[in-house]
């Protein structure tokens, strides 16, 4: 027993291991032809992507084909409404222009007639009057010389008796209390001279007030209220005002800007506004006063600002900042330094919607069109320039002929730094003149009193001689659009070979 025991328990260990082994070679044949079938399905896959890819790129093709066909079929359609849709407008627009030119050419004709007319009337009225004021003004001249003559005569006598005695107080030196301080002078002939310009006011008032030149009169009287008025600000203005105001903590600027605030507030009105954020302004001649609130009411994000002073180096660059002395606001500019006169302007063609050339052409000493060419240059198409100076012809100007003043505005020469004194003061015929030549189309050229009001009494001498009346405020504004390249370098109005 214990023999077959042993005989069964090797046949058992013996069929083990052969079925084992047959296991065993069943699993490797399983795994093999496993691995076979994935290898076969991978394969089938990645032939399907490629099939299902080529019929996708196909369908896409397809659908950018029909898409183009679609386009193209929308736009001829659209170009063709279009075309009807202008050629209808383009139609009522000539019947319409037509209809207006018809009115507008009878209207003329009608003007012509009556001003025909009424210049036959003036050249009668104009006769008369110029016969009347011939023997008004001889008449008035020889009263007027007699006066100046016997006030000269005892002015002699008075600067004679003042070297030889050492000045006793007289009529004359009383009129002199009036004369500014810096009228002081050591040199008795100076002094004299400068009493004159009192004297010379006393006789014109005497003539007055003896009825021979009654318009001396209503000069010196109206001198004393011109400026009235010019500071009275609408709600709007008063916080265009206020906002500028902020910004100043120096009281030389503050005394300075006080006497500009009408000046800025009429430049700021008529600045174009910023159409995109992109949009940037170039100010002039700037000293920064107004620069936070160009930002504020005219939308300009960046703003340049360029002035001119004595460096070593050209094209100097430095940040000016201002701070709002209210709130918590605080702006920073580039400031450049360049002269407009000579220099390139240091920035790149078509890089600006606006220029602002505010009260500096009146400073320029030679070239004042190399400036506008410049301006030209920087400015995109269709940009805008903005010029502001004080306007030679106007009622101020004829004021101060009348009276016998230089016509200036700002005639004194600077002894300290001539950039700051007027070079030349223009007319608006000059200025309109200037920037067509720099390849602008003046939109707007208007005056405006912002320094002092225009007198009345000058405004009816000019309608008496049938003069023009108007632009006749004592500062232009001339708001201009480039057109396109510059056409005249010298224009024969501002230059002389």
């Not at 659209?78 to 019947?95: H, K, S």
């Not at 002939?189 to 009169?217: C, D, E, I, M, W």
């Not at 002269?339 to 606006?354: A, L, M, S, T, W």
């Amino acid at each position: 027993m214990s023999r077959l025991t042993s005989i069964l328990r090797n046949l058992r260990l013996l069929l083990t291991r052969e079925i084992t082994e047959q296991i065993g070679e069943v699993e490797t044949r399983l795994t093999q032809r496993a691995d076979t079938y994935e290898r076969a399905i991978d394969q089938r896959l990645d032939e399907r992507s490629v099939v299902i890819d080529r019929r996708l790129d196909d369908r896409e093709a397809a659908l950018d084909h029909r898409l183009d066909e679609r386009e193209a079929t929308l736009d001829e359609r659209i170009d063709g409404r279009f075309d009807e849709r202008t050629r209808e407008i383009d139609l009522r627009l000539d019947e319409r222009f037509a209809t207006s030119e018809t009115r507008i050419d009878e209207k003329f004709i009608a003007q012509d007639h009556r001003l025909d007319e009424r210049m036959e009337r003036h050249e009668r009225k104009v006769d008369a009057m110029i016969r009347q004021f011939s023997t008004d003004i001889v008449e008035r001249n020889d009263v007027m010389l007699q006066l100046f003559e016997q006030r000269l005569d005892k002015q002699r006598r008075e600067l004679k008796a003042i070297r030889e005695s050492g000045a006793p107080k007289t009529e004359t030196a009383a009129a002199s209390e009036d004369v500014p301080e810096s009228a002081d002078d050591s040199h008795p002939q100076l002094t004299s001279f400068r009493k004159l310009a009192n004297v010379t006011s006393h006789v014109k008032t005497k003539v007055a007030q003896t009825g021979a030149a009654p318009l001396y009169h209503q000069i010196l009287e109206w001198k004393k209220v011109a400026a009235e008025g010019l500071d009275n600000f609408s709600p709007d203005e008063q916080e265009v005002v206020n906002y500028i105001l902020s910004f100043i903590d120096d009281p030389k600027e503050l005394h300075y800007v006080g006497q500009h605030l009408r000046r800025f507030v009429s430049t700021l009105q008529r600045i174009p506004p910023a159409q995109k954020s992109s949009d940037r302004l170039l100010e002039l001649g700037s000293l920064s006063h107004i620069a936070p609130a160009i930002k504020k009411y005219s939308g300009y994000n960046e703003v340049h600002c360029a002035d001119f002073w004595q460096s070593e180096q050209k094209s100097v660059f430095e940040a000016v900042t201002q701070k709002n002395a209210n709130k918590p606001e605080t702006h920073t500019f580039e400031l450049s330094n360049f002269n407009v006169e000579r220099d390139p302007f240091p920035y790149p063609d078509n890089h600006f919607r606006v220029a602002l050339c505010c009260e500096l052409i009146e400073h320029l000493q030679s070239d004042p069109m190399h400036m506008l060419w410049e301006c030209n240059r920087v400015l995109e198409q269709d940009g805008w320039l903005l010029l502001t100076t004080p306007n030679i012809a106007s009622c101020r100007a004829i004021e101060g002929l009348l009276v016998g003043c230089a016509p200036y505005l700002l005639a004194q020469y600077n002894v300290r730094e001539t950039v700051d004194q007027h070079n030349r003061e223009y007319a608006p015929y000059e200025v309109g003149v200037a920037l067509a030549a720099a390849g602008f189309e003046v939109i707007e050229l208007e005056t405006e009193d912002v320094w002092s009001r225009s007198n009345p009494a000058i405004l009816d001498l000019l309608k008496q001689v049938h003069i023009g009346t108007e632009l006749r405020g004592d500062n232009i504004f001339a708001l201009a659009k480039k057109t396109g390249a510059p056409v005249e370098r010298y224009p024969k109005e501002l230059y002389i070979d």
